[in-house]
């Protein structure tokens, strides 16, 4: 991918088009920001952009320096990573040893350093000297999602370009542009938590229909008379296997109720799941009734509050039947 194509992370790409375009690029940078977010394609979009032959300073994604840099074939585009849990000092002394030399066909050559929080403090130090003054026309790319493990000597040394967690809009883009419908784009945009990787496993795990079924089977056990439903909606996830699914299935819950609250409130501009419009309008319109949409505001808190439940090992059927009996208020007044 090109740093122009690249989507959701405009400030950070603008920022590094603007200073390719004015020669005036740090030759150490650190990309730092949520996991899988885009940070490590920016970093070879960035290459593309130094090392293109057809379009210098942009990249064409189709000339052989291109092809080359994406296959990880390019002499002068170097993609490292730690050795075991970290890079150890004999890989820092390779970098030193490579970043002290010129490129070998490229105008500059660029080394990335994934999971650059791994350099232990002798691999960090080694590398001091050349992140501060590398032979002419080596870039050394750091690449993190926990820049506070990173040494201050080497924050100090490197240009910080700043990586934010992807918009639910942007996701859907990109999911879009995979091949998806707009309704499943909005269902793995929900799950994604402002991560590429989580969107990509959303749409590669083909459960799009399978959560939506337990989202409606739990409301109408809300809905129904009674706690017996509840009680019997609760026990079908008692076993391991039964429950994989619930904590995607609660999110997807949880995004459905704060949507429907963003339209009861006339915020329709941040609603996502654009595909269940007519489900969002009747929680919206039974929200109204309340004047301070106040059972939309408790739904979506009791369904965060079983979800937190989950992570902390309560058992997930007594979180369930307290989740839903709360839910009734809302969901009864549906059905």
């Known amino acids: 991918m090109l740093l122009r194509d690249m989507v959701g992370q405009d400030h950070a790409v603008a920022m590094l088009l603007r200073a390719v375009a ?4 740090a030759h150490a940078c650190l990309f730092d920001g949520p996991e899988s977010v885009g940070k490590r394609t920016a970093a070879l979009g960035l290459a593309k952009a130094l090392c293109c032959t057809e379009a210098p300073g942009l990249g064409c994604a189709t000339c052989d320096a291109c092809r080359r840099i994406d296959s990880g074939q390019h002499p002068d585009v170097l993609s490292l990573a730690p050795a075991d849990k970290l890079y150890v000092i004999d890989q820092a002394r390779e970098i030193v040893a490579i970043a002290s030399t010129r490129p070998h066909e490229a105008p500059v050559r660029v080394l990335i350093l994934d999971r650059a929080d791994a350099l232990n403090p002798s691999s960090a130090n080694c590398l001091l000297k050349t992140l501060e003054e590398p032979c002419p026309g080596n870039h050394l790319v750091l690449v993190t999602s926990a820049p506070d493990r990173l040494l201050p000597t080497i924050r100090s040394r490197t240009q910080r370009v700043r990586f934010a967690a992807l918009q639910p809009a942007a996701l859907v883009e990109i999911a879009v542009r995979r091949g998806a419908t707009r309704a499943q784009a909005e269902t793995a945009a929900s799950l994604a938590s402002g991560q590429a990787g989580r969107l990509v496993q959303a749409l590669e795990s083909e459960a799009e229909s399978t959560l939506w079924t337990v989202v409606g089977n739990l409301r109408k056990a809300a809905a129904a008379k ?5 009680f019997a909606a609760a026990a079908e996830f008692s076993d391991k296997e039964s429950r994989q699914d619930l904590p995607e299935a609660l999110a997807l819950l949880a995004r459905l109720y704060r949507d429907a609250l963003v339209t009861a409130a006339g915020a329709g501009e941040l609603v996502l799941l654009h595909d269940r419009a007519a489900e969002l309008e009747r929680l919206a319109g039974r929200a109204r009734m309340d004047y301070d949409l106040l ?12 979800s937190l439940a ?4 309560v058992n997930p059927v007594t979180a369930l039947e307290k989740m839903l009996m709360d839910l009734a208020t809302l969901e009864s007044g549906l059905a």
């Open 22 to 25: 004015s020669g005036r690029l």
């Open 226 to 230: 009674g706690v017996g439903p509840i």
């Open 295 to 306: 059972s939309l505001r408790t739904a979506l808190r009791e369904v965060v509050q079983a």
């Open 310 to 313: 989950l992570l902390s090992n």
